[in-house]
């Protein structure tokens, strides 16, 4: 299986901040790279496809960029309601998800 | 308006079986796979296998294959997960999930929370 590596596995950051997460693949993906949001008790959340296609609806804060093995999940601003688990799933092989990244309040 | 909505929570001691179901409205069930994924709870994510609705043909991960079986019924518009036996290591939270095309999870399940124990 492909190994997905996401960092850093928790950060604190205050509203407004901008926000950086990236994911490293254990070979090389292309640019087939999902990122997903879950709250507490909730389901996850699709933000960003194929590295960078921001899913409808989600706010252009979002944005994701890389290819190959390294990639980012960038928030330019933190909102209150970004406070969340952020997840890369990578879908070259059998899909696999990073371990998760927690976004808590400083 | 694309739902999932997913049964509810069970409790089940280990050796039992379980059918757990994903029901779904607000699109054209054949033409979108359905795929379920695992969450041990405080954990992250395991993607266990797919199901294509057309024809009830299910692919499955590597972890998951032959301990459980994902079927559909197209005339319920809804997707299964089953145990014949379960083990107290299948305790976690069940999503299933809209694929969109072959590579991306767009809708998802509320989810299922599943208990084993003796």
């Known amino acids: 299986d492909i190994q997905m590596t996401q960092s850093p596995s928790s950060l604190s950051a205050s509203v407004g901040d901008r926000v950086t997460i990236t994911c490293r693949a254990s070979?090389?993906?292309?640019?087939?790279l999902n990122w997903y949001q879950q709250k507490p008790g909730k389901a996850p959340k699709l933000l960003i496809y194929?590295?960078?296609s921001l899913q409808s609806g989600v706010p252009s804060r979002f944005s994701g960029s890389g290819s190959g093995t390294d990639f980012t999940l960038t928030i330019s601003s933190l909102q209150p309601e970004d406070f969340a688990s952020y997840y890369c799933?990578?879908?070259?092989?059998?899909?696999?998800f990073g371990q998760g990244t927690k976004v808590e309040i400083k | 308006e694309v739902q999932l909505v997913q049964s509810g929570a069970e409790v089940k001691k280990p050796g039992e079986s379980l059918r757990i179901s994903c029901e779904t409205s607000?699109?054209?069930?054949?033409?979108?796979?359905i795929t379920w994924v695992r969450q041990v709870p405080g954990k992250g994510l395991e993607w266990m296998g797919r199901?294509?609705?057309?024809?009830?043909?299910?692919n499955y991960g590597p972890s998951f294959q032959g301990h459980v079986t994902i079927s559909s019924d197209k005339s319920t518009r809804t997707a299964f997960l089953h145990w014949s036996s379960l083990e107290a290591s299948d305790s976690a939270i069940y999503y299933c999930a809209r694929q969109m095309g072959t590579r991306v999870f767009d809708y998802w399940g509320q989810g299922t929370v599943v208990t084993v124990s003796s």
């Open positions: 799933q990578q879908t070259y092989g059998t899909r696999t």
């Open positions: 070979q090389s993906i292309s640019r087939y």
């Open positions: 607000g699109y054209s069930f054949i033409n979108y796979w």
């Open positions: 194929a590295a960078s």
């Open positions: 199901v294509d609705p057309t024809v009830s043909y299910p």
